[in-house]
């Protein structure tokens, strides 16, 4: 996604709200979140701001840019911000991993090792929130990994559910576009 409108519209936006979730149900201090598809840093900067280490990773080079031009400078010691694809990324231990509507642009052959690599940084509690997107989604297509709601649960079977919401309806996208939205916003315990 290389459209600088996304970013314009999404830079500066509050953090989102499950990701603020995940913060709280982690019911202690964080040391370590990891970021996949950050973008122009919404999520990453109040990780940051909460005093925490902070590897953010996207593959457009815009979006790192943005990013690390928003981070104060005594703050930029906790940050690694790499422009990769976040699929051949190795992921150290977290208290969070983050991924706000970033997991269904992986594609579906490399989403299996991606997930395990997510569930072993997570391992002894560490907590999962992000979006993955459904059948009915306008944006559903075999270059994309989409879940049936079966399918998303199956995914989070060994993990102790927060929040699981399904949205499945009509909704303007950052650019300003209509879409049918067809998604599943999970919050995550790993046991």
């Known amino acids: 996604m290389t459209d600088s409108l996304y970013y314009d519209r999404t830079q500066g936006a509050p953090p989102w709200p499950v990701l603020l979730m995940a913060i709280e149900a982690l019911g ?21 701001r909460r005093g ?16 690390l031009g928003q981070v104060p400078p005594d703050q930029l010691p906790r940050l690694q911000a790499r ?14 991993v983050n991924s706000a509507f970033a997991l269904p642009f992986c594609a579906p052959a490399d989403f299996p090792a991606l997930w395990q ?10 907590i999962f929130c992000g979006n993955l997107f459904g059948e009915r989604d ?15 649960r199956q995914l989070f079977a060994d993990w102790e ?11 303007s996208t950052a650019r300003g576009r209509t879409k049918r939205w067809h998604l599943f916003s999970v919050v995550a315990r790993h046991r």
Do not use: K, Y
């Open 28 to 48: 202690r201090p964080g040391n370590r979140g990891i970021d996949l598809g950050c973008g122009a840093g919404r999520d990453t900067l109040e990780m940051l």
């Open 52 to 67: 925490w280490e902070v590897l953010a990773i996207d593959r457009e080079p815009e979006a790192i840019e943005r990013l």
């Open 83 to 96: 422009c990769a694809r976040f699929e051949d990324c190795e992921l150290p231990a977290a208290d969070v």
């Open 117 to 126: 690599r997510i569930d072993e940084a997570l391992a002894g509690g560490g």
């Open 138 to 152: 306008d944006w559903a297509g075999p270059e994309l990994s989409i879940f049936s709601e079966d399918q998303v």
């Open 161 to 171: 559910l927060l929040h699981f919401e399904v949205i499945d309806r009509e909704g």
